[in-house]
């Protein structure tokens, strides 16, 4: 039986980027450098979204050279999942969730990724060690859910997916599966009935959609949005906040609403991590913040997402609010407590 999850997805190559006029010849020998450190893949529904160069859908997907700059303190693993990792593949930071990272290949490589240094190495995770990652849960009471991320889940079989949430389906203290995936918006024509059936047999499973910008949501991913929905799916969504892509009040409100409407709950903006290269792409503590009061004023809490901040070195995620922030002893400077009361230092890109 052939397992298309098994099969390499073709890399996008500069010079197809080059040919549609989305990178400049100039930019070349440094597009190719990139190519070399990071993947690249442009599925042909995002690039039939976008518009012109540069535009919000472009900047999210093709190179720049950019991306050879590291600052010092981009990290190779920004979020610190390798360190609360019992068992390949599994990251277990707080008590009742774990992550399960189940394959690495995504459809589209985003130029921010947090994982962007992994992402796209190996396809699958191989069948022992799935096993174990099975075996630590089935282990592990407290665990009530497990979220399926990677890479993108959706990127599996159907066939391959549909034995994973079997295995996860015969767990007894699991409540809840939730899916981290981009494959909705970026390769609508995957959302199959069979694969929405196979969704809602799993213990609850819920979506979480990886959306930037309405610029992405096109007539196919909002029908595939629906699809899901219609068949009992529940839906939120993550936004990263990115400089010159969606850090405008207008650009979030009106992907904020399109998800709503969409009947998709806006859960998570996230401040862009610190994965090396991405610089560009952040904007400070104090824009998101500034952001937020603005979509405060204009939305409705139905349509308003948490900006939150993964912790640098693996201390978890936080809201960005008065409770965890202050300012520390310059401007940029902040003073960041975890969920376990500790403080730690996070200094804004413009200031370091
Ligand atoms: C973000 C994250 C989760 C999910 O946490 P929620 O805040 O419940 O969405 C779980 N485990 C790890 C390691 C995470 O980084
Ligand atoms: S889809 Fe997610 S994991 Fe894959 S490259 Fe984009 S941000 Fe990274």
């Known amino acids: 039986m052939t397992d298309h999850s098994r099969q390499p997805r073709a890399r996008t190559r500069v010079y197809d980027l080059e040919r549609d006029g989305l990178t400049a010849p100039e930019a070349r020998a440094d597009l190719e450098r990139v190519a070399e450190e990071f993947r690249i893949r442009v599925t ?6 976008i518009a012109e160069p540069a535009d919000p859908v472009a900047a999210q997907f093709v190179p720049s050279a950019k991306e050879l700059t590291t600052r010092p303190e981009e990290l190779e693993d920004p979020i610190g999942d390798d360190a609360h990792s019992p068992v390949p593949g599994l990251t ?45 849960i089935a282990a ?12 993108d889940p ?7 997916l549909a034995s994973v949430l079997e295995r996860l389906s015969t767990i007894p203290h699991l409540d ?41 949501l096109t007539p196919t991913a909002r029908t595939a949005i629906a699809r899901l929905v219609d068949h009992g799916i529940p839906m939120l969504s993550q936004t990263v906040l990115l400089r ?12 904020l609403r399109a998800l709503t409407k ?8 996230h401040h862009c991590d610190l994965a090396r290269g991405t610089s560009h792409f952040r904007t400070t503590i104090t824009e998101g913040r500034t952001l937020m009061a603005e979509l405060r004023r204009r939305c409705s809490g139905t349509m308003l997402p948490n900006y939150v901040l993964d912790i640098p070195g693996g201390h978890g995620k936080v809201p960005i609010t008065a409770d965890h922030f202050t300012q520390g002893d310059s401007p940029g400077h902040w003073r960041v407590t975890d969920r376990n009361g500790r403080t730690h230092d996070y200094r804004d890109p413009a200031t370091r």
Request: net charge neutral.
């Open 262 to 269: 969409l009947r998709v709950k806006p859960y998570y903006l």
């Open 44 to 49: 042909p529904e995002m690039r039939g979204a």
């Open 92 to 136: 277990h930071r707080y008590p009742d969730r774990v992550i399960l990272h189940i394959t690495k290949t995504c459809d589209v490589y985003c130029r921010f990724c947090f994982r962007r240094e992994t992402v796209g190495e190996t396809g699958p995770l191989p069948e022992d060690q799935l096993t174990a990652a099975l075996d630590y």
């Open 154 to 160: 959706l990127t599996l079989s159907t066939r391959r």
């Open 140 to 151: 592990t009471p407290a665990i009530r859910e497990v979220i399926l991320t990677g890479g």
């Open 176 to 216: 809840q599966i939730r899916l981290h995936t981009r494959v909705p918006v970026v390769a609508p024509e995957r959302i199959t009935d069979t694969l929405c059936h196979i969704l809602r047999a799993a213990p609850t499973a819920w979506i979480v959609l990886h959306t930037n910008h309405a610029q992405e």
């Open 244 to 255: 010159g892509i969606n850090d405008s009040a207008d650009a979030l409100e009106t992907l």
